[in-house]
């Protein structure tokens, strides 16, 4: 059997696959998303975070994911279509981004914000203390594993203070948001196939023709879009573009925490969301006054390399123990929870090399990437999935995007998105924090 007449194929229906499939259904083409999976978001997206800040090392970083924001501020509006489920809700409690001396990635991030007009207030070290009461503000840092010795060395100072976005937050269902998207995509006309792996990406007269199923049926499009998330690579190479890529992805095993929140405050209710390089963790409000705890990977904590289909086990005693000892030091009144509280999340990031993540097309021709997204892009599947309509459509009209990286304008906030900062073959950036904060 064989389908014709598709103008995409979209490999994915996680937040970013769902945006993209959406994006380009609004602009008028014919698309088939395809997702091994029971419905949209059982990938990576189930389990986001979903931190919505905007505390990126390039300039680009920022402007998508404060334009990004835009989207969930909008989000019914911009999805423009009922979802029998409800909608995914941005929650706005702000977030801070704790200031541990004269270095550090608020140096980065603050004059970026000045330039492009993000809002935040600089808080000093009174304000801090004010703001958050509970808080213990001394430096234990650079951070360590409870097993270490270092990690209960004294406090060697104090923070200085914190940045603190009073539009940051957290989505509050990210399945939810694919779900979403996908209803948006289907009322402009998109179809969506689940339950369907996709295991080949068919060519013919040099460029892409469709894909090949599991189920031993085909698709045909001439443009397909890999947002396999932690399976990219995977698909990559059953592309044949996997060699020709300078930035390459892998899927790593990340896990989250859930832990009660403090006995003297509400959390959920009167929290913010935090980002503490001292310690190596975010967290932020989860309802129920409980907080939910990540770890920024720091160079202390094991990057743990898994196939996209392994199975990852449970949260790890060890990995519980640190990160729950390190919001102890934090926040001193949430006690540590018991080894048998254990709660949480386990999944995989699909992690690039120096997590930015590609939003590219291939060295094959018709056949794009939107991959890469290291643990930190679920805030900007809207912006992605506009920038990815965008590239597809340049590129296919004929413009030369490897030679004149496309410039894209944000929908909402009409800066500039250099695309070129996603390219496939950039060098490393070292810009990158090389950390995550949600
Ligand atoms: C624990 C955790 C915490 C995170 N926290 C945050 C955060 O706070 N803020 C933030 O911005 N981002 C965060 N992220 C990152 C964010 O969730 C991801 O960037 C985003 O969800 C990726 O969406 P996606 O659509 O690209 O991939 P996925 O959601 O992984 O979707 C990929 C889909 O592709 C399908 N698929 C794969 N291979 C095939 C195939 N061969 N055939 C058919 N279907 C296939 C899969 O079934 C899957 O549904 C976090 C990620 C994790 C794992």
Redesign the pocket.
Known sequence: MSDTGYDAII????????AVAYELARRGHRTLS????PG??????????????FSYSTETGVAAAWDGMHYWRNWPDYLGAQDENGYARLVQCGMALLIQGDEGHHNRVMPIWDRLGVPYEYWDRETLAERAPTFDLHLYGPPARSTDDAFWGDAHGELVGALFSPDAG?VDD?QLA?HNLQRAAEAQGAEFRFR????GVEQARGRVAGVAMADGTTASAPVVVN?????SS??NRFAGVYDSMNIKTQSIR???YHVPGPPDMDFTADGFAVADDDSGI?FRPQPGNNILV?TTDPPCDPKVSVG?DEDLGEITSDGWETNTMRINKRMPTLGVPLAHEKKG?V????KSDDWIPIYDRTDLDGFYV??G?????????GVAGHMMAELIEAVEGGHDHDADPLQVTARYTGLNLDMGTFRRNREINADSSMT?H?
């Open positions: 490999i994915g229906a996680g937040v970013i696959g769902g395809v997702d091994k999976g949209a978001g059982y990938g990576s997206t189930s389990a986001s975070s979903a931190v919505i800040r957290y990210p694919a369907t792996e996709v295991v947002v396999g998330g932690p399976h995977h698909i990340h896990e989250t975010y990540g996209p999340v999944d995989r990031y699909d939107a991959i997204t290291s643990g930190n892009q679920f805030k900007n599947a995550v949600g």
